[in-house]
């Protein structure tokens, strides 16, 4: 008779001592054991060819892996993504690079034991979506890059828990301003360093620089119309910006690309001729000096309608794309109600700005990456759009011409002094176009995203989400007035020039508050005597979501009031 051997214990194996590496094996014992199950750990001198008596789990990169020699072992894997191969008792975990194999320790423990990340600093166990199946299994991202843009959050506490949910879900790339960097590195840089993430130093901060270098050289602050033109013409402060960025990235090695911006001002005919160009060489001029340094750190520039001018997002006669660095697109004041085809002149000549770059980037051998303002703030305003579909739709279209890369811009808002907004939760409102935009990118599918996110709402759920699929199409409406109230927005009527010419925008706000007075919410009040800014912890994701709604009911009342009160002192003036 045979004897039944009983598997009581799962010994994970580590292929190399890489801080990732080393990261991930922390991760995985603790994410089984929170899940009930024990787990040994050992480095590759402990592994033997097979072992009947154990579950194995094998963290390894895929270079290590095809160095096993067995044909078998020839998979390849795109980006930054991973494989999981079962064979017996073994799940080999196979990453491209240290931090594909995090990425791979996460999804096996979201597979095998159910754990979900859906809001930040939590985690939750629910039922397991399926073992890992016998054989290989490939996942790989929709995009080679993926992540957020902070400019101005210096909050180093939320920036922590928004690095540790981000790549649990699939980001690989953070972007700090130079300023903000310089705030809060010493409070990241662990966070970022052990999961291996890019990290990307630039925005707008031409200014930082410059004071910055001012206080080391004899060096005079230059006025707006000199900062356009400090890429063209002023070559001896060129060279100490480019000085001060080499030492930056010598003095902080997780920085792995630059993409400094020109002020955030419109340029004017006079001034538009040679721009871009000028502007390229000088990205081209860094990555010379930053190889020089011997800094494996990329660069790009960016393309972007700055004061709404297309002078400085559309490519200038014909110019070529840079062969030595990448391009970055953006293209604000966009009309969130419909994808980046539409046929709106603006977004048409804007996606054909798009197509155009990306084309020429190509061309040269380089990448083009956008930037999206899904969580922006202070373009989508205190009338906050949920942009689930939105998102969806743009990522899809955005992959099918072959984008390299989608950033998220994270804006809080500018809040103005009105006492029933000071405590309006701007984290955790954008963070659900957040979550579906980092879901998606990383190549989950849709239906997968949504339905375990309104899984929390239990018998709610559908009710919530049809809910939030109206509010998208009613809300997101009023982007399609950013351009034509710019630099105002349909919450500024104050900035407004002749707002009695825009008499859609408060019925248009009526409609808004009318819709979401229909809905009885009458749990709110009681909720909102203790709800703070930033307190959103303290609340179940369904109080929060009501918090929301109430929200945008005050935001669309008090608007349509005051737009509605200005228009007619203007119209008896």
């Given at each position: 008779?045979?004897?039944?051997?009983?598997?009581?214990?799962?010994?994970?194996?580590?292929?190399?001592?890489?801080?990732?590496?080393?990261?991930?094996?922390?991760?995985?014992?603790?994410?089984?054991?929170?899940?009930?199950?024990?787990?040994?750990?050992?480095?590759?001198?402990?592994?033997?060819?097979?072992?009947?008596?154990?579950?194995?789990?094998?963290?390894?990169?895929?270079?290590?892996?095809?160095?096993?020699?067995?044909?078998?072992?020839?998979?390849?894997?795109?980006?930054?993504?991973?494989?999981?191969?079962?064979?017996?008792?073994?799940?080999?975990?196979?990453?491209n690079e240290p931090r594909s194999i995090?990425?791979?320790?996460?999804?096996?423990?979201?597979?095998?034991?159910?754990?979900?990340?859906?809001?930040?600093?939590?985690?939750?166990?629910?039922?397991?979506?399926?073992?890992?199946?016998?054989?290989?299994?490939?996942?790989?991202?929709?995009?080679?890059?993926?992540?957020?843009?902070?400019?101005?959050?210096?909050?180093?506490?939320?920036?922590?828990?928004?690095?540790?949910?981000?790549?649990?879900?699939?980001?690989?790339?953070?972007?700090?301003?130079?300023?903000?960097?310089?705030?809060?590195?010493?409070?990241?840089?662990?966070?970022?360093?052990?999961?291996?993430?890019?990290?990307?130093?630039?925005?707008?901060?031409?200014?930082?620089?410059?004071?910055?270098?001012?206080?080391?050289?004899?060096?005079?602050?230059?006025?707006?119309?000199?900062?356009?033109?400090?890429?063209?013409?002023?070559?001896?402060?060129?060279?100490?910006?480019?000085?001060?960025?080499?030492?930056?990235?010598?003095?902080?090695?997780?920085?792995?690309?630059?993409?400094?911006?020109?002020?955030?001002?419109?340029?004017?005919?006079?001034?538009?001729?040679?721009?871009?160009?000028?502007?390229?060489?000088?990205?081209e001029k860094l990555k010379v000096a930053?190889?020089?340094?011997?800094?494996?750190?990329?660069?790009?520039?960016?393309?972007?309608?700055?004061?709404?001018?297309?002078?400085?997002?559309?490519?200038?006669?014909?110019?070529?794309?840079?062969?030595?660095?990448?391009?970055?697109?953006?293209?604000?004041?966009?009309?969130?109600?419909?994808?980046?085809?539409?046929?709106?002149?603006?977004?048409?000549?804007?996606?054909?700005?798009?197509?155009?770059?990306?084309?020429?980037?190509?061309?040269?051998?380089?990448?083009?990456?956008?930037?999206?303002?899904?969580?922006?703030?202070?373009?989508?305003?205190?009338?906050?759009?949920?942009?689930?579909?939105?998102?969806?739709?743009?990522?899809?279209?955005?992959?099918?011409?072959?984008?390299?890369?989608?950033?998220?811009?994270?804006?809080?808002?500018?809040?103005?002094?009105?006492?029933?907004?000071?405590?309006?939760?701007?984290?955790?409102?954008?963070?659900?176009?957040?979550?579906?935009?980092?879901?998606?990118?990383?190549?989950?599918?849709?239906?997968?995203?949504?339905?375990?996110?309104?899984?929390?709402?239990?018998?709610?759920?559908?009710?919530?989400?049809?809910?939030?699929v109206e509010l998208e199409k009613l809300?997101?409406?009023?982007?399609?007035?950013?351009?034509?109230?710019?630099?105002?927005?349909?919450?500024?009527?104050?900035?407004?020039?002749?707002?009695?010419?825009?008499?859609?925008?408060?019925?248009?706000?009526?409609?808004?508050?009318?819709?979401?007075?229909?809905?009885?919410?009458?749990?709110?009040?009681?909720?909102?005597?203790?709800?703070?800014?930033?307190?959103?912890?303290?609340?179940?994701?369904?109080?929060?979501?009501?918090?929301?709604?109430?929200?945008?009911?005050?935001?669309?009342?008090?608007?349509?009031?005051?737009?509605?009160?200005?228009?007619?002192?203007?119209?008896?003036?």
């Amino acid at each position: 008779m045979v004897r039944k051997v009983e598997i009581i214990i799962t010994n994970i194996i580590y292929w190399d001592n890489h801080e990732t590496t080393l990261f991930a094996v922390e991760e995985l014992r603790r994410l089984m054991r929170e899940a009930g199950y024990e787990s040994t750990i050992g480095n590759r001198a402990v592994f033997i060819e097979s072992d009947e008596y154990h579950n194995r789990i094998i963290l390894i990169t895929a270079n290590d892996y095809r160095a096993l020699g067995n044909k078998a072992n020839l998979i390849t894997i795109k980006d930054d993504g991973f494989a999981f191969v079962r064979v017996d008792n073994d799940v080999w975990i196979i990453g491209n690079e240290p931090r594909s194999i995090l990425y791979g320790v996460y999804g096996y423990c979201r597979n095998q034991f159910g754990y979900r990340w859906i809001e930040l600093d939590k985690e939750s166990i629910v039922k397991p979506m399926s073992a890992v199946k016998a054989g290989l299994t490939i996942r790989e991202p929709l995009f080679a890059r993926r992540g957020n843009i902070l400019e101005t959050i210096n909050d180093p506490e939320y920036i922590d828990s928004l690095i540790d949910w981000g790549v649990k879900n699939g980001h690989n790339e953070y972007f700090f301003t130079f300023f903000l960097w310089d705030d809060i590195k010493s409070y990241v840089t662990p966070a970022l360093q052990k999961r291996g993430v890019h990290v990307t130093l630039g925005g707008h901060s031409l200014s930082y620089l410059l004071k910055e270098i001012q206080k080391d050289a004899d060096v005079n602050m230059l006025g707006q119309d000199e900062k356009l033109k400090f890429f063209a013409e002023n070559t001896h402060l060129q060279d100490k910006v480019i000085d001060k960025i080499v030492a930056i990235c010598l003095e902080n090695k997780v920085v792995t690309r630059i993409s400094l911006w020109p002020e955030d001002i419109g340029i004017d005919e006079k001034n538009a001729r040679g721009f871009l160009p000028t502007y390229i060489r000088f990205t081209e001029k860094l990555k010379v000096a930053l190889n020089g340094a011997r800094l494996k750190v990329e660069v790009e520039y960016i393309v972007y309608n700055a004061g709404l001018s297309w002078n400085m997002l559309e490519r200038e006669h014909q110019k070529e794309a840079s062969d030595r660095v990448d391009a970055l697109y953006a293209y604000w004041g966009r009309d969130y109600s419909s994808g980046i085809d539409a046929d709106e002149p603006r977004q048409v000549r804007a996606y054909r700005a798009l197509r155009d770059w990306n084309e020429e980037t190509r061309k040269q051998a380089r990448s083009l990456t956008v930037l999206e303002y899904y969580s922006d703030h202070f373009m989508l305003s205190e009338l906050f759009p949920p942009l689930l579909t939105r998102i969806q739709q743009d990522l899809l279209e955005y992959k099918q011409l072959s984008i390299n890369g989608v950033l998220n811009l994270i804006v809080p808002t500018h809040q103005k002094q009105l006492e029933r907004m000071t405590n309006y939760p701007w984290k955790w409102i954008h963070h659900l176009n957040n979550y579906v935009y980092t879901r998606v990118a990383w190549g989950e599918k849709y239906e997968v995203v949504v339905e375990e996110y309104f899984a929390i709402f239990n018998e709610d759920k559908v009710k919530l989400h049809n809910m939030l699929v109206e509010l998208e199409k009613l809300i997101s409406q009023h982007t399609k007035w950013n351009v034509p109230l710019f630099p105002a927005r349909v919450v500024d009527p104050e900035k407004v020039y002749e707002p009695a010419k825009h008499v859609m925008i408060p019925a248009y706000l009526g409609e808004v508050a009318d819709w979401l007075s229909a809905w009885n919410l009458p749990e709110i009040e009681s909720l909102l005597a203790i709800q703070t800014r930033d307190n959103y912890h303290a609340f179940t994701t369904k109080e929060m979501m009501l918090i929301y709604f109430y929200y945008l009911k005050k935001t669309a009342e008090t608007y349509k009031d005051e737009w509605t009160l200005i228009g007619g002192l203007n119209d008896g003036l």
